[in-house]
């Protein structure tokens, strides 16, 4: 008896084999597509340049790059023409230049609004984002994955065990954590599982920052210590302080960069496994609580349990800035890949704030209001409208529950994710 032709195979019979991806829009010839294409802001037209490969070859064959790079470079305002007009007649650099422009934009003048849901069943305070999904934990016994765009969970991962969550972060294909004192990875497609790191190698960490394949912890002794994700073992220590890590951030020039709570912050080759450089500061020394490093433009930036930030050029080692943000302590800072034009900083005021991180200038700064509009999704999601706060804005007059501390954030195109040591997370959407 034979068998049955698939759905799929009696298809093919009916068309032939490809031409139905040639239905449709895939039947038009490339002068009518180039005058659809032609209606699209830079926006559409890099998002359908990416859609396949004769759409890509369509666009960057025509005129419509270079058509749009001008309309659009003429309308460039706030004194950016220059660094823009260097990007005309190479467009993938001129669009990633004037996507960070509009996010820049977006953050500092645009509308918003924000979207808070429910994520654990106890306060988490840390939360990291990355390819349009969000992980949240650290306060109960379970890591969760959310998506950025439906806010729903796509996946839950336990933690084992009696030992405490300290820190985490994710990629593709797995989830590093660091629980007491072992690092465990959780495979985040197919069976899942976990691998658990050789124990007792050190007596607490403190923090944790993962780059594949090597996962590096900051610890109470003053050390750092570097465990292979492969042979699941501590491959290098390197003493950097002589009080506890308390922020890490990593380098892709094989740069470790450690901020202790007595103040100091230290560089370190993860080649050489020696302290290269001490980052100092002009005011007394306070403790560090947030490390973030830009590979775009080589910053150091650093928060401070005073309030204070501070930016360091990594190339000379010199100190580029120093600005008092905030009134208390700055737990979390973070930027995009590569921009260099915004900086977003969180601390126990609750005040979302967005720096120039070039001049260390309080470019906007924002705190959510009262909720506007609830949702029957099952996290119990509800939107809140912002303020935006001045310049002169009394910050203490605002009502504490209006603006609960930030623990943690993370920066996405055009949004920013806090946590506020509670259930919730809030999303923070802006549009130019």
């Not at 993860?270 to 001490?278: D, F, K, W």
Request: some cysteine.
């Amino acid at each position: 008896m034979e068998a049955r032709p698939s759905c799929s195979a009696r298809q093919k019979a009916k068309f032939g084999v490809g031409d139905h991806q040639r239905r449709g829009v895939h039947r038009l010839d490339a002068d009518a597509l180039c005058k659809i294409f032609s209606l699209l802001d830079h926006n559409g037209l890099a998002r359908c340049s990416a859609v396949c490969k004769s759409w890509h070859r369509i666009i960057q064959e025509s005129s419509l790059w270079k058509d749009l790079c001008y309309k659009h470079y003429n309308k460039v305002k706030d004194g950016n023409s220059e660094g823009l007009s260097s990007c005309r007649g190479l467009p993938n650099m001129y669009f990633a230049e004037l996507a960070m422009e509009q996010h820049r934009r977006s953050l500092t003048n645009g509308k918003f609004c924000v979207h808070q849901w429910d994520c654990h069943s106890n306060a988490i305070n840390q939360c990291r984002m990355k390819m349009g999904m969000i992980l949240t934990g650290v306060g109960d016994k379970v890591l969760r994955m959310w998506s950025s765009r439906s806010y729903r969970c796509i996946g839950e991962y336990s933690v084992p065990g009696v030992a405490e969550l300290v820190d985490f972060d994710f990629d593709e294909s797995k989830i590093v954590g660091l629980v007491g004192n072992q690092i465990y990875i959780w495979r985040r497609h197919g069976k899942q599982s976990i691998l658990v790191s050789s124990k007792g190698q050190f007596s607490r960490g403190y923090c944790m920052r993962y780059m594949d394949p090597e996962a590096v912890i900051g610890c109470g002794d003053g050390t750092v210590r570097v465990y292979d994700m492969y042979s699941r073992a501590c491959s290098q220590i390197i003493r950097m302080h002589a009080g506890p890590i308390t922020c890490l951030s990593l380098s892709d020039h094989q740069f470790i960069i450690s901020g202790s709570s007595l103040g100091s912050i230290t560089v370190a080759d993860l080649s050489s496994e020696q302290n290269v450089a001490s980052l100092k500061t002009s005011t007394s020394p306070t403790g560090i609580s947030s490390l973030c490093f830009n590979q775009g433009s080589y910053y150091v930036f650093a928060g401070s349990t005073s309030g204070f930030a501070h930016c360091w050029d990594l190339r000379t080692l010199k100190p580029f800035w120093e600005t008092r943000a905030s009134p208390n302590v700055l737990y979390s800072m973070h930027h995009l890949l590569n921009d260099t034009s915004s900086l977003a900083v969180g601390g126990i005021d609750g005040v979302l704030r967005i720096m120039d991180p070039n001049t260390g200038d309080v470019l906007s700064s924002y705190v959510p209001g009262g909720v506007i509009n609830r949702s029957t999704f099952s996290s119990g999601l509800v939107q809140r409208n912002v303020r935006s706060l001045s310049q002169d804005s009394r910050i203490d007059v605002i009502p504490k529950k209006f603006r609960p501390p930030i623990t943690s954030l993370a920066v996405g195109m055009e949004k920013v994710i806090t946590a506020h040591n509670d259930k919730y997370i809030m999303m923070w959407k802006f549009h130019s």
